[in-house]
């Protein structure tokens, strides 16, 4: 069975963080939080450095310092209003999936957040990855209605994996 998101590693810290199973298991549970079919989509992830998605951040959004996440949708599919979800896409078929987008997130800045935080690293990058699949699903977090639908997403998908609400511990 092909893998449900194609991982490029392009930094080999990420093999013995086991990201192509992490990712899997990440959009197998968003998919199923919204009923979407996993064989009628695909998307490619990119496992990477601080250097790396510091270049992606100034290239793509004007800031030039590394981040955690990045999502790069393959087309806009925005909430038409704040703090409603976004219309989900129309899914592909095994043979032509539709296309969601790519994601990049940096070993760097996941390892040192999950230390800081006291958080699971695997669990860490588990709630990154589900992030980065909201976003090319046309969720977003810019105000807080819309970061509200977001978050309460999230939170309900990485309860169904056994992952404490990420969130909780940043609101105390």
Not at 21 to 35: E, Q, R
Not at 84 to 97: I, T
Not at 142 to 153: N, P
Request: proline share 6%; net charge negative; aromatic share 4%.
């Amino acid at each position: 069975m092909e893998p449900l998101v194609d991982t490029v590693i392009e930094d080999p810290r990420w093999e013995g963080a086991n990201l192509p199973a992490l990712a899997d298991k990440a959009a197998t549970a968003a998919f199923a939080a919204l009923g979407l079919p996993e064989p009628g989509f695909s998307l490619c992830l990119m496992g990477c450095d601080d250097a790396r998605i510091a270049e992606l951040n100034g290239q793509f959004r004007l800031k030039g310092t590394a981040t955690n996440v990045l999502s790069f949708p393959s087309e806009n599919r925005m909430a038409e209003a704040t703090g409603l979800a976004p219309d989900l896409p129309e899914p592909g078929d095994a043979d032509d999936p539709e296309e969601l987008g790519d994601i990049a997130i940096s070993y760097d800045t996941c390892a040192r957040e999950a230390a800081e935080q006291g958080k699971d690293m695997s669990q860490h990058v588990t709630h990154l990855v589900v992030h980065g699949i909201l976003h090319l699903l046309g969720y977003d977090h810019i105000d807080d209605s819309d970061a509200d639908v977001m978050e309460g997403l999230e939170t309900r998908i990485l309860a169904g994996l056994g992952i404490d609400d990420p969130y909780r511990a940043t609101q105390l």
